[in-house]
Nanobody, 119 residues
């Protein structure tokens, strides 16, 4: 019974900041990649940032220099610090974990949290 619980979304003015959190509970392999995705109205879901168990990160070009993904392995929590927000960042943001163990690969998703950036 794995569950991802997100928090931190909301309404912010352009140029402002938000910090998203996603806490995972249940049995999850220590070998995993955590990620944030987003989906704007009428558009496909987009991969925003990833972070591995060892801390290696990747970002979509549009958020480089503005967003930072991090994780706390002791708390099984992944964060997304979003600075210099733009209206185009408006979307539902989803937390995701892909894990690997002896039995195979498992993937889990959060419920999504709304981020709205006004001009």
């Amino acid at each position: 019974q794995v569950q991802l619980v997100e928090s931190g979304g909301g309404l912010v003015q352009a140029g402002g900041s938000l910090r998203l959190s996603c806490a995972a509970s249940g049995r999850i392999s220590s070998i995993n990649t955590m990620a944030w995705h987003r989906q704007a109205p009428g558009k496909q879901r987009e991969l925003v940032a990833t972070i591995t168990s060892l801390g290696s990160t990747n970002y979509v070009d549009s958020v480089k220099g503005r967003f930072t993904i991090s994780r706390d392995n002791a708390k099984n929590t992944v964060y997304l610090q979003m600075n210099s927000l733009k209206p185009e960042d408006t979307a539902v943001y989803y937390c995701n974990i892909v894990s690997r163990n002896f039995f195979g690969t498992a993937e889990y998703w959060g419920q999504g949290t709304q981020v709205t950036v006004s001009s």
